[in-house]
């Protein structure tokens, strides 16, 4: 079964952030992100420039089609996480790259399958697509990106690395 995963803006500028964006692709092949999240990423300047992300031909922008799935989700979520949630709704067999806490519990309680940008590393570190996950999840944490101290040790522990 083939998945269509659908990013939100997180997992997209964490990669981007540690030189990590292209990983993506090679573990993917396409990633498809929601209007929402093109505007969070790149037209609101919270991460990759417009044209950084416009040369990526494996991301796929797309539109939300039931506009009431997102009139139904709570204003908890923002729009770009709204906007995901609803485009893997609609999908048939979505695959959700997402870090929010809140919005992982909600795509959880559809049964929707969800992983964060850890979990891209641990998937890379697999495929032997880079040779550790320690210096990544260091230079996240130097960039700004939160990584609880009991997650850290847990991915290094799950890449059979040591913590120093």
Do not use: C
Not at 15 to 34: C, G, M, R, W, Y
Not at 67 to 74: E, G, K, Y
């Amino acid at each position: 079964m083939k998945f269509k995963v659908i990013s939100d803006s997180s997992p997209l500028i964490a990669l981007s952030k540690v030189d990590k964006l292209n990983l993506l692709k090679q573990i993917f092949e396409h990633i498809h992100i929601p209007e929402a999240v093109w505007r969070e990423v790149v037209e609101e300047g919270k991460g990759l420039s417009g044209s950084e992300i416009e040369n990526l031909s494996w991301v796929k922008v797309e539109k939300v089609k039931d506009l009431n799935v997102l009139r139904a989700l709570s204003d908890k979520f923002g729009k770009g996480e709204r906007e995901v949630i609803g485009m893997a709704i609609e999908t048939s067999t979505p695959l959700v790259l997402i870090d929010e806490k809140i919005a992982k519990r909600k795509l959880d309680s559809l049964d929707i399958p969800v992983i964060g940008t850890l979990g891209i590393l641990l998937i890379a570190k697999k495929k032997k697509l880079i040779k550790n996950i320690k210096n990544p999840m260091d230079k996240l944490i130097k960039s700004g990106f939160y990584i609880d101290k009991v997650l850290y040790k847990s991915a290094l522990d799950i890449a059979g690395e040591k913590q120093e």
